[in-house]
């Protein structure tokens, strides 16, 4: 493993990025995940990005248990996603697209454009929590790559150089208007 | 059939999704000394802010007099973009510095590439535990102080010694509503870690 690349967070979530073929039969994942219905070709939403409608309000203190079921990030088999984890939908998961709801339909549609974690968690208005479990579980289901980063970049010496010399080339100022995408 | 890309491995056909490698710096500090004015004055976004698991500050403990029309605070994260390259963005998170957010500041400084630690001159007992905090995890970090209007009310080393901070940490005096201000003063910690990492790995 190259030092400083992100690592995938499993084999299943290796396989497959938005540019493979749609056509492809989805791989068998975790038993206990039901298997969503996988649309034709033809009804695959277009490939480029289009942001979801912003959600209006705040999350609650009560949804994201009602959302994870209970569940708590981290408390599965290892460490809770770190919040830079990039995260990509899959074909199967652009497929799957129409049959998702609410939230896991959000995440789907918003990480046609690969980002991270927290990310994702502000744009949606989600719990950090909440992202995380229900990232987990589409993961699981095939519908998005996660890409967890790798712990050695933080030593990795030509990492910190990019860094230092792409910081170097921000202007001094921003001017007053930027975009959030 | 289609060949299945490696994400590792030159994946050429995928290479509109294949995710940059995320890199993170977090700035930390107590309430109102400016951590969400300067991830927004160095971020490429408006600065988003992601909530954390706890959504209620306790009214009242948290002395905000000295900042006046600053009624409200969130506990939450900032969270700021800076594309380094096409393949490396760098995240900022700013977040609260109070003790009982040290919680969240697991979650996020883990795998950080460095902390600054913002301090109001009037307030620096807000920062310590910032300080502590990432002086415990072995983190690289600088100080900043902001210069809310011009006036630095100490001289640096009646800070560093209040903060209590080693000769090694670097402290800088900086304008959170700035950019170049504060892209030199991520850079000061930045320079701490490559250092550290230079130090640990001899060519
Ligand atoms: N004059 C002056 N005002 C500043 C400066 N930096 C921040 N402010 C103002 O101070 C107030 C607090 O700044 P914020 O960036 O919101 O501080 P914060 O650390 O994010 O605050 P919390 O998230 O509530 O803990 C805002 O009204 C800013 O506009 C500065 O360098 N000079
Ligand atoms: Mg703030």
């Known amino acids: 493993m190259v030092a400083g690349e992100p690592v995938p967070h499993n084999a299943a ?121 229900l990232a987990e579980d589409l993961r699981a289901a095939g519908h998005l790559a996660v890409h967890v980063p790798n712990t050695g970049t933080v030593h990795d010496i030509s990492v910190l150089r990019r860094v230092i010399d792409g910081l170097r080339a921000v202007p001094d100022s921003r001017g007053s208007l930027r975009d959030s995408s | 059939m289609v060949s299945v890309p490696s994400p590792t491995h030159g994946a050429h056909s995928a290479t509109a999704v294949e995710p940059p490698l995320p890199v993170k710096l977090v700035i930390a500090g107590g309430f109102g000394v400016g951590k969400t004015t300067a991830v927004g004055a160095i971020s490429e976004i408006r ?29 939450a994260m900032d969270f700021g973009v800076i594309t380094i390259d096409p393949k490396l963005k760098l995240y900022l998170f700013g977040t609260p510095g109070q003790d009982r957010f040290g919680f969240m500041w697991d979650d996020v400084v883990e795998g950080a590439l460095g902390g600054l630690v913002i301090v109001d001159t009037r307030r620096l007992d807000d920062c310590y535990a910032a300080v502590d905090y990432f002086e415990h995890k072995d983190v690289p970090f600088a100080v900043a102080i902001n210069a809310f209007d011009g006036e630095v009310q100490h001289d640096l080393d009646e800070v560093r010694w209040a903060l209590d901070i080693s000769e090694h940490v670097p402290l800088v005096v900086f304008d959170a509503r700035e950019t170049r201000s504060v892209r030199d003063a991520l850079l000061v910690v930045l320079d701490v870690a490559l250092t550290r990492a230079q130090a640990a790995n001899p060519a």
């Open chain 1, 13 to 133: 979530a290796r396989e497959r990025t938005a540019e493979d073929s749609a056509r492809d039969v989805p791989e068998p994942t975790e038993s206990e995940v039901p298997t969503e219905p996988v649309e034709s070709a033809e009804s695959v939403e277009p490939a480029e990005p289009v942001e979801p409608a912003e959600p209006v309000g705040r999350a609650s203190a009560i949804r994201p248990f009602l959302l994870t079921a209970g569940r708590v990030a981290g408390s599965g088999t290892g460490p809770p996603l770190p919040v830079e984890t990039q995260i990509v939908t899959t074909p199967d998961g652009l497929s799957a697209l129409r049959s998702l709801t609410f939230e896991r339909r959000d995440i789907v549609a918003a990480c046609r454009r690969p980002q991270s974690v927290a990310e994702l968690a502000a744009r949606l208005h989600l719990h950090l929590n909440v992202v995380r479990v």
């Open chain 2, 47 to 75: 600065p988003l802010t992601t909530e954390a698991l706890i959504t209620e500050v306790a009214a009242g403990v948290d002395d905000l007099t000295h900042t006046p029309g600053k009624t409200t605070t969130t506990v």
